[in-house]
């Protein structure tokens, strides 16, 4: 069982940054491909970035060159450095954890966390 936690939310005006943090429970979190969605009401969730067990990366074309993810694995923590943001990044962030090697669809994700609203200004 995973428990995740995101933090780092907010309001930004365009053009601003923000880096998101997720904290991961448990002690086999370097065996989970991690993910970040995001969501907008009355749309579907929506893939942003990708980061399997080797490191490597997939984004969302939108966002390639903008956003990056990371992770520290003694910390239990995933990361999005978002930058250059614009008003269409508004939504509700989420991470998830996934027990599969490289993961990019909701559904190969076993692991939510509660998601944190981030809002950019135009």
């Known amino acids: 069982q995973v428990q995740l936690v995101e933090s780092g939310g907010g309001l930004v005006q365009a053009g601003g940054s923000l880096r998101l943090s997720c904290a991961a429970s448990g002690r086999t979190f370097s065996s989970y491909a991690m993910g970040w969605f995001r969501q907008v009401p009355g749309k579907e969730r929506e893939f942003v970035a990708a980061?399997?067990?080797?490191?490597?990366?997939t984004y969302l074309d939108s966002v390639k060159g903008r956003f990056t993810i990371s992770r520290d694995n003694a910390k239990n923590t995933v990361y999005l450095q978002m930058n250059s943001l614009k008003p269409d990044d508004t939504a509700v962030y989420y991470c998830?954890?996934?027990?599969?090697?490289?993961?990019?669809?909701?559904?190969?994700?076993?692991?939510w966390g509660q998601g944190t609203q981030v809002t950019v200004s135009s």
């Open positions: 998830a954890a996934s027990a599969k090697y490289f993961a990019l669809r909701i559904y190969d994700y076993d692991y």
């Open positions: 980061l399997d067990r080797s490191g490597i990366t």
